[in-house]
Antibody, heavy 118, light 110 residues
Framework: QVQLVESGGGLVKPGGSLRLSCAAS????????MRWIRQAPGKGLEWIAD????????YYADSVKGRFTISRDNKKKSLYLQMNSLRVDDSALYYC???????????WGQGTLVTVSS | QSALTQPRSVSGSPGQSLTISCAGT?????????VSWYQQHPGKAPKLIIF???ERPPGVPDRFSGSKSGNTASLTISGLQSEDEADYYC??????????FGGGTTVTVL
């Protein structure tokens, strides 16, 4: 079955960096667009970044553009999110998710928690 | 990339029907038939329950239905059950590969 497992979260100081990973299994990873979404504690969902199946097309929300970088390694069946210049308001649970044929998200990981605090 | 507008909370008794609205603009909800809905139980990841406005993934009960009129999408839960108590989020494609979520609605089963 489809499985997405995020890792790499933790506590980091403002201005610091963190790299999140998402390991995929149970499907042909290289055939699917993938997305990162985050959820601040007690808050709603926020789209962060999107990457095409080949990795050639990448899109970001304005809130993270220039600070975050999404990437993927299809041979390793892994999705990544490099987060630089982290701010307190980047604190959230970060989910990776698989896109369906149209822009819906049919499978989600359990999330990895990022806390930005001094 | 403004969030879609959902009511903060709705409630209903078992067996009743309730509807959650999701208001957007003609740049997102009104412009594309790419509205999806997600159910999230406390401490769990979101789960897709409606995509492309009104389509249900396999395994989602048919008491969940979606619709759209103009710039507002709606999720209706018919025959409300206790396990339907959760947070619900709408989402829409907003053009040029951007996506927007609603603020979320908490459904309480009385």
């Amino acid at each position: 079955q489809v499985q997405l497992v995020e890792s790499g979260g933790g506590l980091v100081k403002p201005g610091g960096s963190l790299r999140l990973s998402c390991a995929a299994s149970g499907f042909s990873f290289s055939d699917y667009y993938m997305r990162w979404i985050r959820q601040a504690p007690g808050k709603g969902l926020e789209w962060i970044a999107d990457i095409s199946s080949s990795g050639n097309n990448i899109y970001y929300a304005d809130s993270v553009k220039g600070r975050f970088t999404i990437s993927r390694d299809n041979k390793k069946k892994s999705l990544y999110l490099q987060m630089n210049s982290l701010r307190v308001d980047d604190s959230a649970l970060y989910y990776c998710a698989r896109e369906g044929i149209t822009p819906y998200l049919d499978h989600w990981g359990q999330g990895t928690l990022v806390t930005v605090s001094s | 990339q403004s969030a879609l507008t959902q009511p903060r909370s709705v409630s209903g008794s078992p067996g009743q029907s309730l509807t959650i609205s999701c208001a957007g603009t003609n740049s997102d909800v009104g412009g594309y038939n790419y509205v999806s809905w997600y159910q999230q139980h406390p401490g769990k990841a979101p789960k897709l329950i409606i995509f492309d406005v009104r389509e249900r993934p396999p395994g989602v009960p048919d008491r969940f239905s979606g619709s759209k009129s103009g710039n507002t999408a709606s999720l209706t839960i018919s025959g409300l059950q206790s396990e339907d108590e959760a947070d619900y989020y709408c989402s829409s494609y907003a053009g040029t590969y951007t996506y927007v979520f609603g603020g979320g609605t908490t459904v309480t089963v009385l």
